[in-house]
């Protein structure tokens, strides 16, 4: 349904937890080098769990290449700098949801060329950020919920139980 797109992320666990999440949504998972890891990392694995046969994950060598392959990306950027919340933008299938690294987020030159694109998810000023993996979660289940849940609604009825 979306393209979650990671730039260089630096902890397993949290791309493990991402790939989880896409694996449960459909999402494609992208992985911008430089990584500060191993793909055959034990904890990247270990939090993926036995998922990551259903992720569709593409690696990419470097921003500059992942914008070449994609140039009519309809993206959303996250960043704690951005005026418009997570919330009011509009998700489409299809859609790019581009997160920077844990410790440093989105380079700042890649935020103002595409200041419009640009969303945030709010929180208390004290805080710096959400972890990253919360924060994939919040941002795809928004663009999910605006969808309606897309084929993802049907299969939670299998699911429930009956009282």
Known sequence: MFHVVLVQPEIPQNTGNIARTCAA?????????????????????????????????????????????????????????????????????????????????????????????????PMREEARSLNLSNSVAVAVYEGLRQNGFGSLAQKGALHRLSW
């Not at 990247?44 to 070449?68: I, Q, T």
């Not at 009519?72 to 998700?91: I, P, V, W």
């Not at 581009?98 to 640009?118: I, P, Q, S, Y």
């Open 25 to 121: 949504t459909g999402c494609t998972l992208h992985l911008v080098c430089p990584l500060g890891f191993e793909i055959s990392d034990k904890y990247l694995k270990r939090a993926g769990l036995d998922y990551w046969h259903l992720v569709n994950v593409e690696v990419h060598e470097s921003l500059d290449d992942f914008l070449a392959k994609y140039p009519q990306a309809r993206m959303h950027l996250f960043t704690t700098k951005a005026e418009r919340t997570y919330a009011d933008a509009q998700y489409r299938a299809g859609d790019f949801l581009v997160f920077g690294r844990e410790t440093r987020g989105l380079d700042e030159e890649f935020l103002v060329r595409h200041r419009g694109e640009c969303v945030r998810i």
